[in-house]
């Protein structure tokens, strides 16, 4: 009953008005928008509506949060949810943000502190620098973007486990669910591997190096260049754009057009 009336309230917020304020801001920040078809654009508009409508925003670091701010991360993050059932995150309700990269504790050392441009935890915030945010949004042809990374960490994490696996073939039979985690896991091994190959010798790849690190970050560059630069993703690592595209449900090669360099 009570998935019934989110449903509901959810499909009256996705339809009401996008200030046309927000709208420039897409304009400015996230090119991207301008590429999609005009359904696509106000699918796009509607998610937004709902994640801000849903999700915190918190500044770090002396930031003061606007809306220029909360709607260039929201736009990244719904791209995303795109023709899917969205999900709108379900265990996040925070995004912190601070004004560039801030210090973090070392994942496997807590004495030890680097610097981070963003993160996601599955029952706790994703963080964010929004300089980095902010340039990711504008620049939506450099395979770089860390928002999209992080909420790709989200969606990975939404099935309990953040291994590279996110839950595929929601309203599929058993059967059907099966063969596609096998596909994937069978593609996104090999193609990790390979990564990780070239990555040691150095060698020059569409999927940022850092993807080596484990699957989970696999899968969040993976993201990265699916959305940044999918028409070399298709060429170089065809059989991996296509499970992409099959999970996201998306084609970015139809509106990249010939800016993807």
């Not at 500044?59 to 220029?68: P, T």
């Not at 706790?124 to 770089?144: C, E, I, Q, T, Y």
């Not at 928002?147 to 990975?156: K, R």
Request: proline share 5%.
């Amino acid at each position: 009953m009570f998935g019934f009336f989110e449903k509901r309230r959810r499909k009256k917020i996705r339809e009401g008005d996008f200030p046309g304020a927000w709208a420039e801001i897409l304009e400015t920040n996230f090119p991207i928008h301008r590429q999609l078809s005009a359904a696509d654009q106000r699918e796009l508009q509607g998610h937004i509506l709902v994640f801000l409508d849903e999700k915190m925003f918190e500044g770090c670091g002396g930031l003061v949060i606007d809306d220029e701010i909360r709607v260039t991360i929201a736009a990244q993050a719904c791209i995303l949810l795109l023709h899917r059932e969205p999900a709108y995150y379900p265990t996040l309700r925070t995004i912190l943000v601070y004004p560039s990269s801030y210090l973090a504790k070392h994942p496997h050392d807590e004495k030890k502190k680097h610097h981070r441009l963003g993160e996601s935890w599955q029952f706790g915030p994703v963080v964010l620098a929004w300089d980095s945010s902010r340039r990711g949004g504008k620049n939506s042809f450099d395979g770089h973007n860390v928002v999209m990374h992080e909420f790709a960490h989200q969606l990975d994490q939404i099935d309990g486990a953040a291994d590279g696996a996110p839950t595929l073939g929601q309203g599929e039979e058993r059967g059907q669910r099966r063969q596609l985690y096998r596909s994937w896991a069978l593609v996104f091994s090999r193609d990790f591997e390979c990564l990780q190959k070239k990555a040691a010798k150095g060698k020059r790849t569409v999927i940022d190096h850092y993807g080596a690190t484990n699957p989970a970050e696999f899968f969040a560059t993976a993201t990265e260049a699916f959305f940044e630069k999918p028409r070399q993703l298709k060429k170089k690592r065809p059989e991996l754009y296509e499970e992409l595209r099959a999970y996201y449900k998306q084609n970015p090669v139809a509106w990249h057009g010939s800016r993807d360099r």
